[in-house]
């Protein structure tokens, strides 16, 4: 399996794990277990930001330049409702 491969899949784990951490983090019913929770969401969102990071640097995670024009026509259509 290509570094690549093996990559985008740790990426797709830690931002599953994120989003565990997240809704246990809000779902909490102790401040202990709030505070648990959170440092563990802070850990994995450090971890998915240096994979992201590592990806990018390597040309293996794409991102879209959009155009203003794109950008303004989506913000009039959520703004009127």
Known sequence: MEDKDLMEK???IIKG???L?????IESSTAE?????KEAL????DIQNKLYN????KGWYKTEVV?????D???QKFSAN
């Open 21 to 25: 951490y997240l809704h246990g983090t």
């Open 17 to 19: 794990v994120c989003d």
């Open 10 to 12: 740790e990426l797709l």
């Open 33 to 37: 277990v709030h505070c648990a929770f």
């Open 67 to 71: 155009e203003q024009t794109k950008i």
């Open 54 to 57: 590592l990806m990018a640097e």
């Open 73 to 75: 026509t989506v913000k």
């Open 42 to 45: 802070n850990t994995s969102l």
